[in-house]
């Protein structure tokens, strides 16, 4: 159970003579749903250390080690990337990941990464349930909107039953 719904359990156990009391552990859970949106806000904008120490081949093989379930990565790259695409890409496939492990039912995915004239090409395959919706609220609206802000584009297959696939188009110039 998260703090804050931890805190509105309690909230809802004191008796409504110790109104003020109420009031203070409103007031907290709203502090604490605040700080934690900032800090969600900033975290999305800070540059992944791992990208500094290794690249983006070693940031993402250190993704799919740590990944819930079994991750192929496949790289083709002659080198670091301008930092703005690693960055998203890196955003791209942690977001991918998450995703999978939550919703997917997946037993397997794949992660392609290649550059393809001056693009960075993704390819994020699992073998779930399929149905992911972008237009349903989910992170993969934040993920399209961060690789469109820089000029690139992002497309969504997911049939029911047949797993999901992003397909990702990066530009590599600064």
Request: proline share 5%.
């Amino acid at each position: 159970m998260s703090l804050a719904l931890q805190l509105r359990s309690i909230e809802a156990g004191v008796p409504s003579e110790l109104g003020s009391l109420k009031g203070q552990i409103a007031d907290a859970v709203a502090g604490l749903n605040a700080a934690s949106a900032d800090l969600q806000e900033l975290a999305r904008g800070i540059h992944p250390a791992i990208l500094s120490r290794g690249g983006l081949g070693s940031a993402l093989k250190t993704l799919a080690r740590r990944s819930a379930i079994p991750v192929t990565v496949r790289l083709e790259l002659d080198g670091p990337m301008p930092e703005p695409a690693e960055i998203a890409a890196y955003y791209v496939v942690a977001e991918a990941l998450t995703n999978t492990t939550r919703h997917a039912h997946a037993s397997e995915m794949e992660v392609d990464v290649r550059l393809n004239g001056s693009n960075l090409v993704l390819s994020i395959r699992d073998d779930g349930v399929g149905g992911a919706d972008s237009s349903k609220g989910s992170g993969l609206i934040g993920l399209k909107d961060r690789v469109e802000a820089l000029g690139g584009r992002m497309e969504i297959a997911s049939p029911p039953g047949g797993g999901t696939t992003l397909n990702v188009a990066i530009p590599t110039h600064a």
